[in-house]
């Protein structure tokens, strides 16, 4: 039977006597309920829109009828009604629906404040919806569905999203048996073959001795059987009509692949651009070419043979260009940050700040480099840095704040000039081969110390040594090989010098004498 029910879901009319009734199912497509009655006095002027008709549990809403009077002079209504997922179609996002989150999320925001519920929810994962024209919540729903590859379950006002539909149960429809007629359908227009069978079953399930057997859903995986036509092939039950006044002879179109038509319908209306119309953000005219702009203003691209721009805008439809191609002047224009794998050809020229021509010859005001610099020679006033090395290893030179170190081939340091040596000062010290001080020059405040633990050598072997100032020899406790005679004229001034004086009392003279025996002055003496 069939009850017909107010807006507040109240029964009004029990229908009995009804004909041509239908209720028909598509995965992914519609969910409708059509029937026949004869007009009456008592029930028929409750069937209206707005009210609602109540079959097998779920609801339907009457959203067509029509009446036909006979030759008879009687009169019938046919009825067309769609399962209350309708009623989503007048839930409209007029800014659109540009969302990201689960599926569960998603139907959460596409179903708030619409009276719906959530019931099963399978997919998961991470998907984004950007409808950006008015969108319904049953258009969005369809969307939610594709975008993460699940399909819609209505129950009243219970949606669900399943991973798949249906079962496999093991049913065969097989001619002989339980199948009445079939059309094979073979479709390429689209470049993809695809095949649909039109088939008329006995359902077997209803009657009493094959109760429990046999039974099927739409989106069951089936057997087709036909011998004679050669079919046999196991694919799903993707339409599904049948009476639910007598559910025995039924209808189901079983594919590999066909889409639902109000589906099909609504991608074409969701997906396609009219000539200057703006759909999902994208819009193709004669002037511009195409241009895609996103929800909030703040960015744009325009493609056209000419010319290729993406812009960033301010929110309020102006737009200025981060990205200019101009192929026919050969002008190519970026703002803001470039990152790129590699650049081959050309030359870079930012203003009189920094170039690269063809060569390879760069002009910078200053740099900042991270990791290995390689070159056979650097020319400039001022290098800064931490640590400089004329090599990694081995014999080498390294100069860092601390001040220079040389070493030999064998990594051994040999030389310091440290800024802060041992003694506080800056110092300029010697190491031998094992590593051990040889001596140490160090400026002091008011002197220039130099120091070795062992021996200190001054030669000039082929020319003079020469000293400025005094030579202070206080400190040393000796002064080896140091004689007379190696020091210049020194004899000569001692010879000069009196050492010796004698009295001849013969000749009453005081005699005086130098230290070679030459006599220097007498006195007579009287």
């Known amino acids: 039977m069939i009850t017909i029910l107010n807006s507040q879901y109240k029964p009004e009319a029990i229908l009995e006597n009804y004909w041509n009734d239908e209720i028909y199912e598509q995965i992914k497509g519609a969910y409708t309920l059509k029937f026949t009655v004869y007009m009456d006095e008592e029930k028929s002027h409750y069937i209206q829109i707005g009210n609602y008709a109540e079959v097998e549990g779920q609801y339907f809403n009457i959203v067509n009828h029509r009446r036909t009077r006979n030759d008879d002079n009687s009169v019938i209504i046919t009825v067309e009604c769609e399962q209350v997922s309708y009623d989503l179609l007048f839930t409209v996002y007029e800014g659109g629906f540009i969302h990201s989150g689960t599926p569960l999320q998603l139907l959460q925001l596409a179903l708030g404040g619409t009276g719906f519920t959530i019931g099963t929810v399978q997919p998961t994962g991470y998907i984004s919806i950007e409808i950006k024209e008015n969108a319904n919540a049953r258009g969005v729903l369809m969307e939610i569905a594709a975008a993460c590859g699940g399909e819609l379950h209505f129950d009243k006002y219970t949606v669900s999203l399943l991973n798949r539909r249906g079962y496999d149960r093991g049913v065969q429809f097989r001619l002989g048996k339980n199948l009445k007629g079939i059309v094979k359908d073979v479709n390429g227009e689209s470049g993809e073959v695809l095949t649909g069978y039109e088939v008329d079953v006995v359902e077997l399930n209803t009657l009493p001795e094959f109760e429990g057997l046999e039974y099927f859903e739409l989106g069951d995986t ?3 059987i036909d011998e004679e036509l050669q079919i046999h092939e196991q694919q799903r039950i993707i339409e599904y009509s049948y009476s639910p006044k007598r559910r025995i002879n039924s209808s ?40 895609i702009e996103r929800y909030d203003k703040m960015a744009r691209s325009v493609w056209n043979a000419d010319e290729f721009r993406m812009q960033k805008g301010d929110g309020s439809g102006s737009y200025t260009d981060a990205l200019y191609f101009d192929p026919i002047n050969e002008e190519y224009e970026f703002t803001g940050v470039v990152r790129a794998g590699q650049f081959i050809g050309g030359s870079i020229d930012i203003g009189s700040n920094f170039s690269v021509d063809s060569t390879g010859h760069m002009r910078a005001v200053s740099a900042e480099f991270s990791g290995n610099i390689t070159g056979s020679t650097i020319n400039g006033g001022t290098i800064i840095g931490s640590t400089i090395k004329t090599a990694n290893n081995g014999q080498r030179i390294e100069m860092d704040a601390s001040g220079l170190r040389s070493y030999d081939a064998s990594g051994n340091r040999r030389l310091n000039i440290d800024s802060n040596g041992s003694n506080g000062f800056g110092s300029l010290s010697f190491w031998g081969p094992n590593q051990t001080t040889n001596g140490e020059i160090t400026g002091a405040n008011d002197v220039l110390i130099m120091q070795s ?9 082929s020319g003079t040594l020469f000293f400025q100032g005094n030579l202070d020899f206080r400190s040393a ?11 210049n004229g020194l004899i000569a ?4 010098l009196a050492v010796n004086m004698t009295f001849d009392p013969l000749t009453r003279n005081l005699k005086l004498w130098s230290k070679g025996g030459n006599l220097l002055s007498q006195v007579n003496i009287a």
């Open 222 to 224: 089936v057997d087709i």
């Open 252 to 291: 189901v179109v079983i594919a590999n692949h066909i889409g639902g038509i109000q589906d099909t319908i609504y991608r074409i209306q969701t997906t396609t651009v009219g000539k200057d119309k703006w759909m999902y953000g994208v819009k193709i005219g004669p002037d511009e070419g195409i241009v």
């Open 477 to 487: 406790p000796n002064v080896l090989g140091f004689g007379i005679g190696k020091v």
């Open 493 to 496: 001034e001692l010879n000069a």
């Open 453 to 461: 633990n062992q021996n200190i050598s001054f030669a000039a072997v």
